[in-house]
């Protein structure tokens, strides 16, 4: 791998590479580039996970022509894919390095237990979602118990925004979620369950199922659980599997020919 | 509050050009229907987004219906 | 093109997250959590996910500032420490050491409250030293 | 169009547990009957299912209410 | 921290964040932690939801409310009384941990005699708090070990902040619970840095380390290490420097990174304060409300900027690296001070920060002088680490207290300095919301914070609304006896009737109009921001 890497980089068939690199004990996310060709024999895997091709959008919102490489688990491959897509990335402009990925619906065996959730603590298996479900179990429930026990898992929502700012395919430079009419602001918790559901419904034909939003959740709500259930839905309705095609979702939430413009989302926040 | 028999509030989007104008028809040939439903008129039901029906059940819808 | 992930601390509230700069060609782009920080495992609140956004802002102080009659007007760093200088070498003068304060921080690092209280203590003179601790 | 994405949202909505509050029919303009009847039978399905349970998340209503009981503590619905 | 160090020795969190999740209970007093620390109140809800009991004690009806197995909302300013009839209930039944009370403590008889008279009724006559909560909310307490007590602003922040200290330091030891893994009392520090501000000295009374300027020793180390004579009575704090300004005492005044105009009490008050100024240095990121009426302004480097150390709440000193450029011309804080220094001709070079550590650590032995640079990494250390091989310390007082034994104190309750009477019948407090930050001069400005809140609001009962005929979004004119603001009002049941809450981030709408900057805590200086009494009224329209 390492190898390979310094290649490219030397002979131009990329400009930088994204990968993990340790640094003082962290395994952090490092762009390699053939100024420090050296640096490349420190390249690892990386037993933590960032979203290395939302830092590859950002680079292309700024130089829309350089050549990117980067470390891709399963998950990657198919955000890149949402992300060429949507024009947010040139596949052209972009070569990976694939490396194990983790167990998903979308993909049957893998090896990386990233995701693998703690056991759930007893107040959160009586009153809450278990982390370790799958929706096939939450539908086991009685309406009523479903309905508390999603609501007791929004009501602790602190309104990060982190499974929206963590999202690989979260590109849009609006935001639903920041639309005062659509959900309202100022409050702790947000307005429940609306604001959870606004954005499932936005993830619906992009989620990959990657689980960095539950990652990033600060409070443990099972969202990648609920985003799973969206891409099933999506599946059954719409028969579209995000992230393994080259066509766009056929979901769009206005209508028929309207879609959503997508745009880089620095643009909007470095202009401030 | 007393309340004998639960009254639900209901809110309809309705087509312009379909349901809305079978409402109008209700109407106008004195046709008695429930008092619960608020209707709004949209140009097409498919410009009604998910959204829409989320803030409608978020500020207390008790039912939405579509009418196309 | 230059891209770096620079690792930093939350500079909002007391608890301490690890985050990263995403810096690209010397501008910070976003503000990610680090995964494997001890005190945040990886998450990170509002203010934190937008820390960045103060930094950029257009709003930040570019240069030192003299106020010269009831207005202010831009200068050089020279010019600046040496009026604010010789301020206080005329108040210590006249009035003594006692007549001046120092407010510190909370929002600098500790080698800079360590100067600035040094600072106080040893050019000036004087132990008023104060800082928002108790706001 | 309309109809997959009314699916799409009923199921979601069902999924946290909303079920059956959402409803599409459809009605040509002529068909006045038909829309008196859907209005009618939704509103009784309604009736039935009682009142929206979100209805009190803005402050009306405590969350304890809600089974199961023992999950909230005693507090009332609090804004920030 | 006054309230601490007298109980305990040591005036900083006792615990780790991270010990938060294994306590079995957890007993939040004065803190909106979800809006405030929201990664603590993650360790919070992890806790909770593997099995640990959770008591919310505030004033407000906050989001923790919700989960809290006893939630209580006591008056404003009435902590004191809370906590002893807690211990009165403890005692009564039997719970205290009679071993450590007699092996790791001293003065428990006098307490053990002022709480008999705390009975519950007592305490529901002061507090508002009924008995069967309060029996409750003992009970969960001394029942469940260790318990972890979390306070902030909401303990400090009175006349009576000191004794509200203690008195959270007296149940924690009562029951045996400080000094041990997931127990302790932990105050959440408001500001990134305020941990490390008051470690380096940047108090009138202590040099780094908490080493007090009046020891003679201590002044004799730090005077050789300067190469300078020191002053040895301790100086004056920011509420002793507002009426020194007014008297003509204080002529100048340097300001680092603080915005006093907006976050101190009684906003008029040192408005005047800062007329009388003869000179006003500000440092600063932004034209903050107090850089606008400095003399010079200085342009100071952000977090990104500069390299260095912060320390948090919980004693970790941890590194920030230089991520980019300072912006047009603005220096570092450090620069700024050293060059300053050397033009008043006190030579100071520094070619790093590094260089200000260490000579730091060497002049700081017991908490910080293991540290180095290089070993902070990342992950940074927790002090006490008093030498190079020394791992840091998760938790203090493990044998024994920093200060030997841990001291009782006889806290009577004392009422808030002004509370509602006929002209200024509501109860004012003030506080943080969740998108905001201190005098949002820097939240404010950032886009994705500003869209959650635009505005300053006051959040009023809607009782208290209905009989006003006040509608959300109403301007409410507020009046007390210092002064009068304009405001928003936000109908919301997280206020109890008959108390307002005011966010303390807006400069419109500024709060501190309305605080009383004469009332302070004695001893520590801090002022009563949490409890005013106004008086409110609709803007005719």
Known sequence: MNDRVKRWLEDGTVDLFLGYKMIMGHPLPHCFVKEKIEEVNDLIIGPARYSLEKIATHIAAVKPDIKIGLLARDCNQRALNVLYIWNQLNPENVRTVNVNCCPSNLKEHGDCSYLEHEAAGSFKRQVGIDNNLQPENIEGYGQSQRLSRWMYEFQKCIKCYGCRNICPVCFCQECSLEHRELVGTGALPPEIPIFHLVRAVHMAGRCIDCGLCEDACPVDIPLRLLYQKVNEIVSDVFDYKTGTGDSQSPFNILGDTVTLEPKPIQLAKTAN | ?68 | MQCKLVPSICSYCGTGCGLLFEVIDGKINSTLPMKTHPVNEGKLCIKGWNLHEHINSFMRLKHPLVKTFGRFIKTDWDEALQVTADRFKEIVAKHGPDSVGMLVSAKITNEENYLAQKFARAVIGTNNVDHCARL | MTVKRITFLQELLAFIGLEERLHLSWISSAEAQKFVRVVTDFTEKIRELGPNPLAGYNGIIKPAELEPASGFGKGQVAQQ | MAGLAAAFGSGAMTNSIADIEDAGCIFVIGSNTTACHPLIARRIFRAKEKGAKLIVADPRNIQLSRFADVAVQHRLGSDVALLNGMMHLIIRNGWQDKDYIAQRTEDYEALEKLLQSYTPEKVKAITGVDPADLENMTELYATHPPASLLYAMGITQHTTGVDNVKSCCNVAMLCGYVGVHGGGVNPLRGQNNVQGACDMGGLPNVYTGYQPVADAEAREKFSTAWGTELPDSPGLTITDMIPAMLEGKLKGLYVIGENPKLSDPDWNHLNHALKELDFLVVQELFLSETAQVADVVLPAASVAEKDGTFTNSERRCMRIHKAIEPVGNALPDWQIIARLSTAMGYQMDYASPEEIFDEMTALTPKSYAGMTYERLGLDGLQWPCPDGQHPGTPYLHKDQFTRGKGKFHAVEYKDPAELPDKEYPYFLTTGRMFAHFHTGTMTRISPHLDVEQTTGYVTINPQDAGSLDIKEGDVLILSSRRGQMEAPAKISGSVEPGTLFLPIHFGENPTNVLTNAEAFDPLAKIPEFKVSAVNIEKLAS
């Open chain 2, 1 to 68: 509050m007393k309340e004998d028999r639960f009254e639900p509030k209901i809110l309809a989007f309705v087509c312009n050009w379909c349901a809305y104008g079978a409402a109008d028809l209700a109407g106008v040939s004195r046709m008695q229907y429930p008092p619960n439903v608020r209707a709004i008129r949209v140009m097409c039901s498919a410009t009604v987004s998910p959204h829409h029906i989320l803030r409608a059940l978020q500020d207390g819808a008790d039912g939405v219906l579509v009418g196309g």
